[in-house]
Nanobody, 127 residues
Framework: QVQLVESGGGLVQAGDSLRLSCAASGRTFSSYAMGWFRQAPGKEREFVAAIGWSGGNTLYSDSVKGRFTISRDNAKNTVYLQMNSLKPEDTAVYYC????????????????????WGQGTQVTVSS
């Protein structure tokens, strides 16, 4: 079982940066690929980024590619999402999720394929 707790959200202006963190409990964190998703009001949850268990491979949605960076520190059981050049359309609740298929290098973009989820952190970008 893995518990995930996101932090780092807030209210910022367009063009600003934020770094989200997702702290995980459990000894198996380092063997899981991790993902970030977001959900804006009235919209479906969408994939943002994913990172392999070792941190060696990453995947981004087209909407954030070049602006967001996903990373992880397995020694700290934490995954990060560095968000730069934020836009009002980035406003959403951001969730981290864990893929419990251990030591896999293929990254998943479907939310239903992830096994564990955090409670989310709100990011609001004003224009």
């Amino acid at each position: 079982q893995v518990q995930l707790v996101e932090s780092g959200g807030g209210l910022v202006q367009a063009g600003d940066s934020l770094r989200l963190s997702c702290a995980a409990s459990g000894r198996t964190f380092s063997s899981y690929a991790m993902g970030w998703f977001r959900q804006a009001p009235g919209k479906e949850r969408e994939f943002v980024a994913a990172i392999g268990w070792s941190g060696g491979n990453t995947l981004y949605s087209d909407s954030v590619k070049g602006r967001f960076t996903i990373s992880r520190d397995n020694a700290k059981n934490t995954v990060y999402l560095q968000m730069n050049s934020l836009k009002p359309e980035d406003t959403a609740v951001y969730y981290c999720a864990a893929d419990a298929r251990t030591y896999r290098n293929d990254l998943l973009v479907g939310g239903k394929e992830y096994n564990y989820w955090g409670q989310g952190t709100q990011v609001t970008v004003s224009s």
